[in-house]
């Protein structure tokens, strides 16, 4: 069963005007933290009013934060975009 659901459920908390979810564990067949099945490798792009005026690391913490738990088991690794709306206008 995917995990993208509850991830994107967790993430609403962030209030985002654009979020996508996916699941690139099958790239990292392998690699460290593997699993079949998937759910260990994520690359998530979120676009929220809430990173405004925050720099990158305050933004990974705030998605990090969203995620808890699921950060230590089965999340093994996460790639994350986040951007306040105003940087996200000029590149959709």
Request: hydrophobic letters at 40%; proline letters at 5%.
């Amino acid at each position: 069963m995917s995990l993208a659901p509850e991830i994107e459920r967790r993430l609403a908390a962030l209030d985002p005007l654009e979020l996508e979810v996916i699941d690139e564990s099958e790239q990292h067949r392998g690699h460290a933290g593997y699993r079949a099945g998937g759910n260990t490798h994520w690359r998530v792009s979120i676009v929220s009013p809430r990173f405004a005026g925050c720099n990158a690391a305050a933004r990974h913490r705030m998605v990090y934060q969203a995620l808890g738990n699921l950060m230590n088991d089965p999340i093994h690794a996460l790639a994350i975009t986040a951007r306040a709306p105003e940087e996200a206008k000029g590149n959709r």
